[in-house]
């Protein structure tokens, strides 16, 4: 997927305001963040039905289509962590802007793009200005905002962000359909240049207490970064290669620098990108495996679908995009209730694994697809309804027991790393999809079916986690 699902643990950023003139432009903060955070929902959705657009055009094939999607992925996963502590250190105000300029500077070089590597290299530069967006949107809201008003403003974001990536699919395939892939990337400029004004003129620079930072783990980044671009390259290659001395290397190669990660970040303590010392919380450590299992079903998914609906069904990419309305509409519509009243009064824990199980039987009603005469309201509507049930009842509960699982201390990098995991799980599930799709390419539909058994076994893993690790907590612990 790029950025179709709603991430998990978007909250919890505390901003410590920097002396500044009054005259602070609340509406216009708002606004610009909400326009700079939902750009990764619109470009992400609009990409998953451009796809076979873009494959043809560029005669990428399979191994291509999944560059299009993990070229945005693998920057956003690997920076996002280290885009948040730039802003804590530098200004989130200042990193904001630079995140939207260079999120309009790639989405030009995408839309002019003359071959395919310049397409991924922009798209590698929009998963950078998207690293730096998202971790410093909410945080500067946590800024502007303090009280009912900061709740306020952060469910007015959250609901926003929810409700582009529930118009984008269908808005992406008009375009798609009307005016070509090209066109899609263009419509990003002038929605990330009146972000980038609107904020300039309204948003006060805020960064975290002097005591409260160190300094910057560019050595985790680099390393993870490497070692994730290693392994997702040898799953990419694997289906057409084989495993080949050069896939065996950059296998071994990506393990070996994600183990060194580990030991980067042991010895770097509480200085780390990511702190070991969250993993010691067996609730915690339960929440990231679920968040791993649930984001990478669903990550491979919404790539899958409108793919196969459109080379295999015969959709366009605006019935491809309409087909898919029901699942984020669904989810905008129930998360709140989800988050709120269900989880008062049965507990996270029951809800993740009941959520986790709503999943998987959305998955089984998908591996029912027959390989001739699909009908929409009868093979596909169903499995996205019991889906969208699923993850409503899952996303806000999520959020809520990861924030609960630890102590104030660590409440912002807690989110920021199960925040990090969603995106990876999606990155890992699209490298996995070339097994899929070239597996499968004379029956493309027999292949869906088998990836839908698949995402139900992930889902019922997730139950599993949430059953057997999470435990709830009114508080969180000191």
Known sequence: MSNTLPVPCTGGAVA?????????????????TILGSSLAFVVGSIINVALPQIQQEFDAGVTGAQWVVNAYLLPLGALVLIGGALGDKYGRRRIFLAG?????VACILCAVAWSFPVLLLGRVLEGVGAAMLAPTSLAILADAFSGRARGAAIGTWAAAGAAAGAVAPLLGGVIVDVAGWRWAFVLMVPLSLIALGVAYRSVRESRADAGETSALDWTGAIMSGVGLFALIWALIALPDRGMTGL???ALGSGLLLLAGFIVVEHRLGDAAMTPLVLFTNPTFSGLSILTFFLYAALGGLLVLLPYVLIEEVGYSATQAGAAILPFPLLMFLLSRFAGGTLSE??????????????????????????????????HIFPGLVVLALGMATSVAPLTTAVLNSVGQRYTGVASGVNNAISRIAGLVATAFLGLVLIGSADDLLAGFAAAAWVGAGLALLSATTAFVLVRDAADPPD
């Open 16 to 32: 410590v305001e920097v002396q500044q003139p009054d005259g602070l432009n609340k509406r216009g903060t708002l606004i610009a």
């Open 345 to 378: 009064r049965f507990g996270t824990r029951t809800l993740l694994s009941v959520g986790s199980c709503l999943v998987a039987g959305g998955f089984l009603l998908f591996s029912a697809v027959p390989s001739t005469d699909v009908d929409y309201w009868r």
């Open 247 to 249: 896939v065996w290397f």
């Open 100 to 104: 939207l300029v260079i999120f309009a």
